[in-house]
């Protein structure tokens, strides 16, 4: 991650210091000569306009500070209300506050031009909204959720986390209610429907508190190797082992890290580490990571190894509510492109929220959420967020927004995946995985990891070696890169 600093770390010159000494204060040149004191004279108004600009920035900061509150959770619209947002509606700048309640909290802190980073007025940032859609649950996932969810459990454990027992495949539960209705729509999210294979590649900036851009281009392979309602696929891959998933990303821009590669292996055990491996070019070999290093970066963006691969036992769960909130569905044909987000494309300014999806590349929706906080257990140690709040749509049982806090309870990192509907299996759905465009913005401090996807590929699709699962999916794999 960035650690950008805005304080002004020049240093006077050495010669304007020498000349400063060479006088004591009662000399005949002090007195004839004040021209290195005109020059430390300019050299301190220099530091005091910075001072002052960097005081500015630092206040506007201060009051940009969205800290957590249940109550900014309650507040947002009900899903039950007879208040909507009429189709044909255009939330610019000028009229945002009308529909503050359906819009998530992260969203309401973009609008609120309190941050560095921020919605402009420009046309480009208006949200058009569209009717909703019916997204019915891909693959076997009914009908492993009819099958199996009746014998789903929680047990809590010593550290007052909670356990899932007799989990197989779907939907653990399907109706979650009290108690621990929190902790079963985490379990919901965690176990979202995985296809087998998904193949992307990610192509955006990662870009600092300056509006400096890098650009990268990311390729991410997703593998679901357990509980799977993937048609024609075993529940359980035969080499699963124990795992839930694997992932493996694999930098291809910028040209010195080209051939970085991550690759992440995740129990389906809750309570177990992941296992984590990087390719290292410059080494030509893999090396092994410390899996309890849940708050590092992912091959140096914003975005954090537990963002990836997060243990649900570790939290204590809240439900804050069933609202209904704004949601954007991407324009096929346009939503896998780079120009349909502001600042991704090469040769275009960051803009003042990079990422956001431009006005005329898709409508925004209202959708059904569950919101819940999760808590990290103080008792487990340490841990880089607060308070992370799951947005977490009713059809689909994934969140596309993630709200996370500091330790001080003030708004930090913002999640923000965005999709378009495609043909999965002969229904027309949404697709975690097969998500369109990302970003993870960085509020505090003024950075943003955020790219779209080209050349995406599920399923039977992926070219041959990704068919390869049992090997692209294990850590041997990782020496065959560059050969």
Same mark, same amino acid.
């Given at each position: ?58 206040? +506007? ?33 000028? $009229? ?29 940032? &208006? ?12 693959? $076997? ?33 399907? $109706? ?18 995985? &296809? ?46 124990? +795992? ?16 970085? *590669? ?8 809750? +309570? ?88 005329? &590349? ?60 495609? $043909? ?21 401090? *003024? ?37």
């Amino acid at each position: 991650m960035y650690n950008g600093n805005l304080g002004d770390s020049r240093r006077v010159p050495a010669a304007a210091v020498r000349g400063n000494r060479c006088c004591a204060w009662g000399s005949k040149r002090n007195r004839l000569d004040s021209r290195p004191y005109d020059a430390m004279a300019r050299l301190m108004v220099a530091a005091s306009i910075a001072i002052a600009v960097f005081s500015s920035l630092s206040q +506007r900061a201060a009051h940009a500070e969205f800290v957590f509150s249940e109550d900014a959770y309650h507040q947002l619209a009900e899903a039950d209300s007879p208040d909507t947002v009429p189709v044909g509606t255009k939330i610019t700048l000028q $009229n945002w506050q009308q529909y503050k309640k359906f819009m998530p909290v992260q969203m309401q802190a973009a609008f609120s031009g309190q941050y560095n980073l921020h919605i402009g007025a420009e046309p480009v940032h &208006t949200m058009e909204v569209g009717p909703a859609h019916d997204f019915p649950p891909p693959g $076997n996932l009914a009908e492993n959720t009819e099958k199996y969810s009746s014998q789903v459990k929680l047990e809590q454990l010593p550290s007052g986390g909670w356990l899932i027992k007799g989990y197989v495949a779907g939907l653990p539960f399907p $109706n979650p209610q009290e108690p621990n209705r929190g902790i079963k729509l985490m379990y919901n999210t965690w176990f979202f429907y995985r &296809t087998g294979i998904v193949r992307n590649n990610n192509v955006g900036f990662l870009v600092d508190r300056y509006g400096n851009k890098s650009f990268t281009n990311i390729e991410a392979v997703f593998y679901g190797m357990s509980h799977l309602s993937v048609p024609g696929l075993p529940i359980d891959r035969p080499f699963a082992n124990g +795992r839930l998933y694997s992932t493996r990303f694999q930098l291809e821009i910028p040209e010195q890290t080209k051939y970085t *590669t991550e690759l992440t292996e995740l129990s389906d055990d809750p +309570r177990k580490l992941p296992e984590v491996y990087v390719f290292l070019p410059s080494l030509r070999r893999s090396l092994r990571l410390s899996s309890a290093a849940k708050c590092s970066p992912i091959l140096g963006t914003d975005y954090i190894q537990d963002d990836n691969s997060w243990q649900p036992t570790n939290f204590n769960v809240k439900y804050l509510g069933h609202k209904k909130l704004l949601t954007f569905v991407g324009d096929p044909k346009k939503a896998y492109m780079k120009e349909s987000y502001v600042g991704l494309s090469q040769g275009e300014p960051a803009n003042t929220y990079p990422g956001w999806p431009k006005y005329g &590349t898709g409508l925004w929706e209202l959708r059904k959420y569950q919101v819940i906080d999760l808590a990290w257990i103080k008792s487990l140690g340490r841990y880089c967020y607060s308070h992370s709040v799951f947005y977490v749509d009713d059809q689909l049982n994934w969140a596309p927004y993630h709200d996370n806090y500091d330790n001080n309870g003030k708004l930090w990192k913002v999640f923000h995946l965005k999709w378009a509907p495609m $043909n999965y299996h002969g229904v027309t759905t949404l697709i975690y995985n097969g998500y369109a465009a990302n970003a993870m913005i960085d509020m505090e401090n *003024t950075h943003v990891s955020a790219g779209a996807t080209y050349d995406q590929m599920l399923d039977e699709q992926a070219p041959g070696e990704y068919q390869d699962v049992e090997g692209m999916s294990s850590p041997g794999n990782l020496a065959r890169i560059m050969k």
